[in-house]
């Protein structure tokens, strides 16, 4: 049998093309073809000692033992995560008022089925609920960033993440307009008899679309060594008009009610419009209703 029969996909991979490669990045960090390696090879290890363990992410090591970046990667990994990450990183450092720190994106790239995400470590711990009050000051930092186009959802483009899609938070398509998500709301309500219909006309003209954290979980903070807090997860991070984000405050979990106390969200007008669309989505399970004509070849 020919030696090469059970060669690692992965050692004969060809050369990876990162959607993100920071000037900045550390000197000793290996090229995303030995990250790939070392990420498999660390899953393996995890998953023999305990094969219940969802791995999502490994921290590399220099060569006295100390971790100094962490990789974030998996099948539900995206580019648009890595690319809003290091857009919101960098307003956050030029707002002198900002409370928060994100860590910086040194790396991020695909391979296969596969996201990457190469990051800065942060030496620190995950928040607790007693944390809240810290948490809260970030979000309120992390929802006066702007987007910088006019098309919600991630930097970069792609589908929405948040729990108003009813189908694994994801929306089936791409909008790329305010207009036409606004088009496809209205749709659901009048296709499922609902009165409410949906305007994002004026929040949008006088917020443009903010950056909206559906996924307030305490898992997406850190406190860093020096007690300041730090937003890790941008998975569930969109730019998006302000009332998806006073709906986000309503549908989290413990902690995300903790802080809902704690921020005031921009004044707005589309929540209760925007429950019963959601609500519209349930005996269906899914958004994939009442698609308009020109939007159906965008579905996923």
Known sequence: MPSHAFASPVAT???????IDAEDKPANLPSPEVIVRRCRTARVRIK?????????????????GAAYVWVKYGRTISMGEALTQSYVRQALIDDANA??????????????????IVMEYI???????????LAA??????????????????????????????????????YNSVQELEKHLNAILRFTGRKES??????????GLRLCPCDMNRGNFMKDRSGGIVAIDFGASCFLPTSFFDLALCMGDNFTQLIARL???PETTQLNALLSAHYAQVPYMTDKIAVPRELKSRLK
């Open 13 to 19: 991979m060809v050369e990876i093309v990162p959607v």
């Open 48 to 64: 023999a000692a305990n094969p219940d363990h969802d791995v999502r992410g490994v921290p590399l090591v220099d060569d006295s």
């Open 99 to 116: 409370v928060v720190r994100v860590p910086c994106v040194y790396l991020a790239f695909h391979w296969g089925h596969f996201g990457y």
């Open 123 to 133: 030496d620190g711990s995950i928040c607790d609920e007693s944390d809240a009050k």
């Open 137 to 174: 000051s970030a979000v309120r930092s992390l929802i006066t960033v702007q987007g910088k186009t006019t098309e919600p959802g991630p930097i970069g483009g792609g589908p929405i993440t948040h729990r108003f899609f009813i189908d694994c938070g994801k929306s089936s398509l791409t």
């Open 198 to 207: 949906i305007s994002f006309r004026s929040e949008v003209e006088t917020y």
């Open 263 to 265: 921020v005031k969200p």
